[in-house]
T-cell receptor, first 110, second 111 residues
Framework: DQQVKQNSPSLSVQEGRISILNCDYTNSMFDYFLWYKKYPAEGPTFLISISSIKDKNEDGRFTVFLNKSAKHLSLHIVPSQPGDSAVYFCAVAGYSTLTFGKGTMLLVSP | EAQVTQNPRYLITVTGKKLTVTCSQNMNHEYMSWYRQDPGLGLRQIYYSMNVEVTDKGDVPEGYKVSRKEKRNFPLILESPSPNQTSLYFC??????????FGPGTRLTVT
């Protein structure tokens, strides 16, 4: 049973617009929620995280929102840039493990 | 430069021929982990290690072994590889689970 679900395999947006990537999780016991970005032929790189005690964390163009009651996590990218085109993985962290979703491929067109 | 290195980056081998993929980190991290990435399945954890001589199974440990004799190294061992282990493998390290740095990946093909 998937603990982390990213229901959109892909998303296309235009440069300058907002990109919203979504993630749902099943277990309420996770401590941290993260987003990783992955370019082809490279390892995933950490993008942004949020603690379970917060509902929003912002870092430049990237904002992560956590809705604990809905067990939902989202990543907002504003404004989107062509260089943001990549696969985005949502992940949830417990004490000893990191569990990833299947990823959403974001394509930002000029 | 702080980094996680993996070797080899690409490997083609045959069924049953034992192989080892090395992983090394220079950040003095206690936590290390191995993942495999497959199309449509995302990243799945194979094994992890909280510290030297402490290892545990992840979600997909069958067919793999690991060891953690030194803090910086965490090799992944396939004693009898099979075609279903053809995948893209990533090693990662971190101070804690929610702060992991990934290596560049090893693409393994088992024929």
């Amino acid at each position: 049973d998937q603990q982390v679900k990213q229901n959109s395999p892909s998303l296309s947006v235009q440069e300058g617009r907002i990109s919203i990537l979504n993630c749902d999780y099943t277990n309420s016991m996770f401590d941290y929620f993260l987003w990783y970005k992955k370019y082809p032929a490279e390892g995933p790189t950490f993008l942004i995280s949020i603690s379970s005690i917060k509902d929003k964390n912002e870092d430049g163009r990237f904002t992560v929102f956590l809705n604990k009651s809905a067990k939902h996590l989202s990543l907002h990218i504003v404004p989107s840039q062509p260089g943001d085109s990549a696969v985005y993985f949502c992940a949830v962290a417990g004490y000893s493990t990191l569990t990833f979703g299947k990823g959403t491929m974001l394509l930002v067109s000029p | 430069e702080a980094q996680v290195t993996q070797n080899p980056r690409y490997l083609i081998t045959v069924t049953g021929k034992k192989l080892t993929v090395t992983c090394s980190q220079n950040m003095n991290h206690e936590y290390m982990s191995w993942y495999r990435q497959d199309p449509g399945l995302g990243l799945r954890q194979i094994y992890y290690s909280m510290n030297v001589e402490v290892t545990d199974k992840g979600d997909v440990p069958e067919g793999y072994k690991v060891s953690r004799k030194e803090k910086r190294n965490f090799p992944l061992i396939l004693e009898s590889p099979s075609p279903n282990q053809t995948s893209l493998y990533f090693c990662a390290s971190g101070r804690v689970t929610y702060e992991q740095y990934f290596g560049p990946g090893t693409r393994l093909t088992v024929t």
